[in-house]
């Protein structure tokens, strides 16, 4: 199922594999959110609502379009690691790539290694490795958040049904990339879980 693994010369091919991830982190290291909030006013991100720097706590300022640049940027991040990467090496270089970048929202060294919740990241990390998958998550979440209007479970319900997809097209490779960023993403919203169960989550549009 995973034949590059034992077609790759690990001993010569490491240091291009360790490469591209660290490319990939140190673009997704980049705090869109923050950078964005600073330039349009909106002050420290940080200091703002839940302090992540990622589109749902952008958005919390008041400001859309700010928020919708971060949703963007970050997507962005995540793609163009895989879609250069893969571009100039090979589809196993550019999930490690994507890992990287998704693991560098996540835990920025720019920020203390506090970052977002890699959402965004992750949906643009998996429109590059497979377009229809990605707007499979897409849509799961706008039909989740439709129906629960919590963006939190929405994205949830998105990130853990990814990987399910990713086999069911045959690509066993971006499903194993794919649920590590899922439970990535479950243990960075476990505090929106625990709201969840207990009922206290926000729903989207209400009023903080």
Excluded: Q
């Amino acid at each position: 199922m995973f034949d590059f693994i034992n077609t790759v010369d690990w001993a010569d091919a490491w240091p291009y594999f360790a490469g591209v991830m660290l490319f990939g982190y140190l673009l997704g290291s980049i705090p869109f959110g923050l950078l964005i909030t600073l330039v349009t006013g909106g002050g420290d991100i940080r200091k703002v609502g839940s302090g992540n720097i990622g589109a749902t706590n952008v958005l919390r300022t008041g400001n859309r379009w700010a928020a919708a640049a971060t949703l963007i940027c970050d997507a962005g991040k995540g793609a163009l690691a895989v879609l250069l990467v893969r571009a100039h090496y090979n589809d196993s270089m550019a999930v490690f790539a994507g890992f990287g970048a998704f693991l560098g929202h996540l835990f920025p060294v720019w920020l203390g290694f506090k970052g977002g919740k890699g959402v965004a990241t992750f949906l643009g990390v998996t429109l590059a490795l497979a377009w229809p998958v990605g707007l499979i998550a897409a849509a799961t979440w706008i039909a989740a958040a439709a129906i629960w209007r919590i963006s939190s479970l929405a994205a949830l319900i998105a990130a853990a049904l990814t990987p399910v997809a990713m086999m069911l097209l045959g690509n066993p490779l971006y499903a194993l990339l794919t649920f590590l960023m899922a439970v990535l993403i479950f243990v960075m919203h476990r505090e929106n879980i625990a709201r969840i169960l207990a009922g206290r989550e926000p729903r989207i549009g209400a009023k903080r």
